[in-house]
């Protein structure tokens, strides 16, 4: 196989493992295609398997001959491996370097991935987007499937199948499509059955410089709102940053063109600003040697919960629409792709009990992120120890998940998942055996076949000796709105995924799922 | 009375700090011990009940069309705004609020006037409830190296310390006068904590009085003692809670710290623990962080920060640890002091007892520990907590410190602890309260004189009459967490220490969590306790409808009565908060505001809540009433539980639940 030519040396022995809180381990180091592994060859002794696809950056040095090789995971772990011998050492560096970097997808370990477990529901058809519909048309009739991006044609981004309102035709989504982002007409997110008012999300217009203006986008939006009601629009960037977006074709709905809607600003960071963030605040939180000033310093410079607090807010006042004024809301940033679905999906979490049960949150995962099309490969391609500072990296899924357990703290006995449940999604969205966050978008995962070459980590979670890892034992199913503070006293660090390798391991906290849980066949 | 120069005034507005707009027009009512407000609204009448001695500050703000504002900020962090229509009205009530929250005499109190209709026997047995003989015997004293001594009877060597003390055996009285003579206040060391397991102990005094050059030969054979009745070690510590800078300054006044050359055996160390001065100003920056409205995120790190307030937490802490390992892991005893020996001696030696003994992390041994290391040895609580008007610069935070500690640690060790953090809140709402009398002056001699235990009832009895609100359910005794020393991370982590937003923004309710994990786990707890009771009953009757079956072959059973689970069927709107203002852009529609979810303005205390065994811990009474998250608790489960707007008759549905 060619990933032998990457293993100039598949085993060292002699080797040290040191990490955080945990004794050091003597042992065989082992690469493989897709794993490094380390054995101490005893029994009832911990081994460390460790997906290639998690190292986000590796370090070396050396004393004499004696080669340390420090590796820092995506999930923010940071191991030690203490290699006798230069060679040895340099090898095993530049085959984890060459492995934890392939270029190709269908070489990474889904592919190779055999499970060793029964797969009682296949994952893949878990959450079919005409099941997903069902539980909307059986409380209105104003909404319609259609599959006018069959062939990825309209928009590459979106899934085959969107909801759209029932009076638009596939022909106006067309032309709809040609007047957004990336072809990102708007579509259904969600429908709140007790306000009987909806979210929607779509790309940002293509008005341009000119205030060019799309009838059939002014139709297809206004047919979701009753005679003389009126709606809002949450654009996710500030209004400079849309009235910019004017200059490369892109911009905003003009009011004169909108009068039924009104639009609101809620600026959310992206892309490198977010990377940047992740990056400080790891840095702070590894950083041992500063006092408690500088830390507090460190976090708010880092601007996290910054971020954090700004796209609950959002969220929040999406809610708020909704539910209060009872106003249906249209929802876009640039693409459509990142903050859009943030504010989108946690609008679903504070609105709609379903949400926060273990099935409805994958099924919003599935809906809102998977399906609509965001750029997962790309975003969690590195880490927060990446040097190479590519435009297209952000932890945009890892602040929906923070945002998310913000909530879950403030509201403990109304999610029927746990912090672990989270903690799972967030390192196999970086790294996993398992094709669900392979690609960036339907179109592409359609491409490499993930169904048929690939398992669906649902199939795996969804297993009843699994759940019961992520099931919430204080979980009440609370049917109300849970409206979260977004005051900065409210907000936390969350520490088990930010700081779990450097606390002592704490009685009340369950130890982090690997993904690794499973034993796994070796690819070679 | 004769202060009150207006008794009632209507039509008074309480403002919402939330959403300022929302304001609740009622009528207030100033008592000779609290400050009432009622609502007019007919439906709820609600009544917010503000004692005087928790008034900290009473401003009165400039006038406006609407009225004239008063802002009324208390010392458990609840501040009330009042808009006052006439300001005729509004100067006779700043007045009068001014002159009721600085009592001049003891007997103002209202531990005086407070009357929990007990009788003299029970008012006796709860001040002997917490025993410090017991405790030091508990400690395993007196034995062949510690013992107790009577030199301060009738308070004749210090007047601030108790007159039970415990000193190394080999102490004689010349030394032990000798010592005091030679120390700040005549506060000579003493035992403070004795490690059974190797003999080390915690002792603890003032600072000695060695200028430049002073030494005095008692003072060296009273450390020589203290090292002496620990055989396991060669050598004792000696800790200076102060900065190196502070105490270098204090020789200049003739006072100071030990001269490594003159104390055979010691070793000196110096753990930077700033003053009084600093931590009050350190609290109030803090707090100004806390009153800011809709602070950025950026506003309050930042804030939060420049307090210093976690810093100091910290400073604390680390002193404590630094202890406690010298106690359990070298064996060594340690001489704690400070200037005075009553603030930061204080804190560090308890903080460290409570990280060395697990009985201090009970219920009782907490209490323990506070009568010991903070009542007994002469904290003075009087001055620092502003019970009776006085210097303002003596105020300042220092046991708000230490009860900060423990919970830090509680987040850490989430099952090491007996108590959960409303007992911590608690306790420091009574330290300013004045209703109790456990906290009154500022020495044991002092309480003496005015006969506390005579008049006035003691904290403990109540706190341990209603202990089923303060136990933490996660708490195992059987734990390993449980038993022993905590062990903290070697090098302490930064991130260890949070924002304590269930202190100091406790009455701003929508910022804490909705749901309460204790609280449901508690009801979890009582219910299985029930349900257990339940079957054992039904199991009885079964056994004997089985033996009357024998007889005849129709009995109709239909004796399953619809039990009642306490906390668990009242459920109602519960957790129904409302949003906060988050954006300041949906103003131009017109709002439809909700009317329901007044939960969330946290400082209006119904009538209902009035039952509850604490008339004054007005917030932490709906707290405790659990009303913001009993429909988390619903047994209905899944499809059963209301929907904000649904009618739904909750017996029925508890019925279908119990039935199914």
């Known amino acids: 196989m060619e990933f032998a030519e990457l293993i100039k040396t598949p085993r060292v022995d002699n080797v040290v493992l040191h990490r955080p809180f945990y004794p050091a381990v003597e042992g065989t180091l082992c690469l493989t295609g897709h794993h490094l592994i380390l054995s101490s060859r005893q029994d009832n002794t911990e081994e460390l398997w460790l997906l290639h696809s998690n190292i986000d950056a590796i370090d070396k040095r050396f004393v004499g001959s004696l080669g340390t090789i420090i590796i820092k995971c995506k999930d923010f772990r940071i191991i030690q491996l203490d290699i006798p011998g230069m060679e040895e050492c340099l090898n095993i560096a530049s085959s984890i370097e060459a492995l934890s970097t392939l270029d190709s997808i269908t070489l990474m370990y889904p592919f190779f991935y055999r499970p060793m477990f029964e797969v009682i529901e296949d994952g893949w058809h878990s959450f079919l987007p005409e099941q997903e519909f069902k539980l909307y048309s059986s409380a209105t009739s104003q909404w319609r499937l259609s599959y006018v991006n069959k062939e990825f044609a309209v928009c590459p981004t979106y899934p085959p199948i969107v909801i759209v309102p029932e009076s638009i035709d596939d022909e106006t989504l067309r032309k709809v499509a040609t007047f957004r982002h990336g072809g990102r007409f708007p579509v259904l997110s969600y429908y709140h059955q007790k306000s009987k008012r909806v979210i929607m999300r779509s790309g940002q217009p293509l008005t341009g410089t000119n205030g060019r203006r799309c009838k059939e986008d002014e ?78 310093s460190k976090l708010e410079a880092s601007n996290w919960l910054t971020h954090i607090k700004e796209i609950l807010t959002a969220a929040c006042l999406v809610a ?11 929802i876009h940033g640039t693409e459509g792709t990142d903050s859009t679905l943030q504010v989108t999906s946690l609008a679903q979490i504070i609105l709609e009990p379903r949400s926060r049960t273990i099935r409805g949150f994958e099924a919003l995962i599935e809906r809102e992120w998977l399906q609509a099309g965001h750029p997962f490969q790309q975003r969690c391609a590195q880490s927060a120890y990446c040097n190479t500072k590519q435009k297209w990296e952000a932890p945009v899924f890892l602040l929906f998940l923070d945002c998310v357990w913000q909530i879950l703290r403030q509201f403990p006995c109304s999610f029927e998942f746990n912090e672990n449940f989270l903690i799972m999604l967030f390192e196999h969205a970086y790294a996993s055996q398992f094709g669900t966050f392979l690609g960036n978008s339907e179109s592409e995962r359609c491409k490499l076949k993930l169904q048929q070459k690939t398992m669906s980590l649902w199939s795996w979670v969804n297993q009843p000796s699994k759940l019961s890892k992520y099931t919430n034992p204080l979980f009440e199913a609370n049917n109300l709105v849970i409206w979260p503070s977004v005051a900065p006293q409210s907000l936390l660090l969350w520490e088990d995924t930010l700081l779990s390798f450097h606390l002592l391991p704490r009685d009340d906290a369950a130890q982090r799922p690997s993904p690794d849980a499973d034993p796994v066949l070796l690819d070679f | 009375m004769e202060h009150i120069r207006t008794p009632k005034v209507e039509n008074v507005r309480l403002v919402d700090r939330v959403s300022p707009k929302k304001a609740a027009l009622g009528t207030l009512y100033l008592t000779a011990t609290h400050v009432i407000f009622v609502e007019n609204s007919p439906d709820t009448r609600k009544e917010t009940w503000i004692l005087h001695s928790q008034i900290s500050t009473i401003e009165k703000q400039a006038t406006t069309a609407t009225g004239c504002p008063l802002l009324i900020r208390c010392k458990n962090f609840q501040i009330i705004q009042l808009i006052i229509p006439q300001e005729r009205d509004c100067h006779d009530v700043y007045i009068s609020l001014i002159r009721l929250a600085r009592p001049v005499k003891y007997e103002e109190l209202y531990c005086f006037s407070f009357n929990p209709m007990l009788d003299k026997e029970e008012r006796e047995q709860g001040w002997v409830l917490i025993n410090l003989s017991e405790e030091y015997k508990r400690m395993g004293l007196p034995n062949n190296y510690w013992q107790l001594s009577d030199v301060n009877r009738e308070y004749r060597v210090c007047d601030s310390y108790p007159t039970e003390l415990y000193v190394p055996k080999s102490a004689t009285a010349h030394i032990i006068v000798g010592s005091s003579k030679f120390r700040s206040r005549r506060r000579f060391p003493v035992l403070s904590y004795y490690y059974k397991d190797n003999h080390a102990s915690i002792c603890r005094s003032s600072q000695p009085l060695s200028g430049f050059s002073a030494r005095c030969l008692e003072d060296e054979q009273m450390l020589q003692a203290i090292r002496k009745a620990n055989p396991g070690s060669d050598f004792v510590y000696v800790v200076d809670t102060r900065p190196k800078l502070n105490a270098m300054a204090n ?19 110096f753990i930077g623990i700033e003053n009084i001065h600093v931590m009050r100003n350190s609290l109030q920056k803090m707090l100004e962080v806390c009153e800011l409205k809709s602070p950025s995120m950026s506003d309050f790190l930042w804030g939060l920060e420049n307090s210093g307030w976690l810093r100091h937490i910290k400073a604390i802490m680390d002193a404590g640890i630094f202890i406690a390992k010298a106690v359990s892991e070298e064996g060594a005893s340690v001489l704690v002091h400070c200037s005075d020996g009553w603030d930061r001696t204080a804190q560090v030696c308890s903080v460290a007892s409570l990280l060395l003994d697990p009985h201090y992390r009970t219920l009782k041994g907490f209490m323990v520990l506070i009568e010991k290391d903070w009542i007994s040895f002469g904290h003075k609580f009087n001055h620092r907590y502003g019970n009776l008007d006085g210097d303002p610069k003596e105020i300042s935070p220092v046991i708000d410190q230490f009860i900060e500690c423990v919970w830090q640690l509680m987040e850490q060790f989430p099952c090491a602890f007996e108590f959960n953090e409303r007992f911590l809140i608690h306790i420091q709402h009574h330290i300013y309260s004045c209703q109790f009398g456990n906290f009154l002056c500022n020495s044991q001699k002092e309480r003496r004189e005015l006969k506390i235990q005579e008049r006035t009832y003691s904290l403990w009895a109540h706190l341990w009459k209603n202990r089923a609100d303060y136990l933490n359910p996660l708490f195992r005794a059987d734990h390993s967490q449980t038993q022993g020393t905590l062990h903290l991370p070697t090098t302490p982590c930064n991130f260890m220490y949070k924002f304590w937003s269930g202190m100091y923004n406790r009455f701003e309710k929508g910022m804490q969590p909705r749901q309460s994990v204790t609280d449901y786990l508690m009801a979890v707890k009582e219910e299985t306790q029930q349900l ?32 009642k689970h306490s906390g668990f069927s009242t459920s109602d709107n519960s957790i129904a908060n409302t949003p906060q203002d ?14 329901q979810g007044d939960e969330d303005s946290a400082l209006i205390l119904t009538q209902d809540n009035l039952k509850s065994s604490d008339p004054d811990l007005s917030a932490n009474s709906d707290q405790e009433s659990g ?25 029925s549905d508890e019925a279908v639940f119990l039935t199914a």
């Open chain 2, 627 to 651: 009303v913001e998250d009993l429909s988390c608790r619903s047994p209905s489960g899944g499809e059963h539980a209301p929907s904000e707007d649904s009618g739904k008759d909750r017996d």
């Open chain 2, 251 to 269: 020789r200049a006044a003739g006072k100071g710290y030990e001269n490594e050359d003159n104390y055979s055996n010691i070793k000196f160390q």
């Open chain 1, 219 to 296: 139709k297809l939006i206004n047919a979701t709102l009753r005679a003389g009601s009126r709606g809002y629009i949450i654009d996710t960037r500030s209004l400079n940053v849309a009235q910019q977006a004017r200059a490369k074709g892109g911009g905003f709905e003009q009011e004169a063109h909108y009068p039924q809607w009104r639009r609101i600003h809620k600026s959310i960071e992206r892309y490198h600003i977010l990377q940047e963030s992740l990056i400080k605040l790891v840095e702070a939180c590894n950083d041992q040697t500063h006092n408690m000033d500088r830390w507090l």
């Open chain 2, 532 to 563: 257990e009771e339940e079957l054992e009953a039904l199991e009885e009757r079964l056994e004997k409808i089985q033996k009357v079956q024998l007889n005849c072959t129709k009995v109709k059973c239909k004796q399953s009565e619809p039990s």
């Open chain 2, 582 to 595: 988050y954006s300041g852009n949906l103003k131009s529609f017109p709002s439809r505001s909700p009317s």
């Open chain 1, 320 to 330: 708020q629409c909704i539910d209060r004024e009872e106003a249906s809301v249209l």
